[in-house]
């Protein structure tokens, strides 16, 4: 186990690397300064976070802070167990809660100060109040979706939704056409 003592400010173009100092225990005197050595670099890690899709994410600028919309009912017992989404509940309430962010990846956010299991808005948060006055007013209609599901229709850039998009309407159009 070591700790970081500098980073170069410099990454390697094709591969995204760097050089860093770390500073180590050598208590049998087998390592010598300058050596070289691939290694692990963990950060943000805890055994507290909970994780919580990057789309449920919401910054409240003015305040430089994060967090996401709790919704107060819990719609998994609508959730469907072969991992289909459930139909649309009655409208439920909703809250806004700051989280801290401690580690940040491409799809998913390690985060404090949300209880595990907690039900978030994946999207349409942009059209809640942060504003706790609002609180008792605000409510959505909730769709649980599959984790998995949810991760995947995150990870799907625009242009691949249109490439699927047409190729379906190439489909039906060729079959209409027989």
Do not use: C, K
Request: charged share 20%; hydrophobic share 40%; proline share 5%.
């Amino acid at each position: 186990e070591a700790r970081i003592s500098r980073i170069s400010p410099f990454l390697e173009a094709g591969s995204f690397s760097t050089e860093a100092s770390i500073d180590l225990a050598n208590p049998d005197g087998l390592l010598r300064s300058g050596m070289y050595v691939d290694v692990d670099v963990f950060f943000g890690e805890s055994e507290t976070a909970t994780l919580v899709p990057i789309s449920a994410l919401h910054e409240i600028p003015r305040r430089r802070a994060f967090g996401v919309f709790v919704v107060a009912a819990d719609p998994s017992q609508d959730h469907l167990s072969d991992g289909s989404e459930s139909s649309i509940d009655d409208r439920s309430s909703v809250r806004f809660q700051e989280v801290g962010i401690i580690a940040r990846g491409r799809r998913t956010a390690g985060v404090t100060g949300l209880p595990p299991g907690a039900w978030v808005v994946a999207t349409g948060h942009d059209l809640l109040s942060t504003s706790p006055a609002d609180e008792e007013t605000q409510a959505v209609r909730v769709r649980p979706i599959d984790w998995d599901r949810l991760i995947a229709l995150q990870g799907l850039q625009s242009q691949d939704v249109l490439s699927q998009f047409l190729q379906r309407q190439r489909g039906n159009a060729s079959a209409a056409a027989n």
